[in-house]
């Protein structure tokens, strides 16, 4: 398994409904609201690398209120 922590940034008084839709999508195991320069962490665990981007590109990043993002893979171990 891998797995990438997606660092999310929300456009303001957004953060509440990007959190609800995140929680929703196939393949995060871990949704956090955090205090700092994100307004979101998101862990997912997928079978390969080559999954991380559509969850990316079709699922996260096309959230209404979602800003910006800072994707973190980690090494298999």
Known sequence: MIKAYILVV????TTKEVFEALKKVKGVTQ?????GPYDIVVEIEVEDLADVPPILGSHIRTIKGVENTTSLVTFPD
């Open 10 to 13: 929300a456009n303001p008084g």
């Open 31 to 35: 949704c956090h609201e955090v205090m």
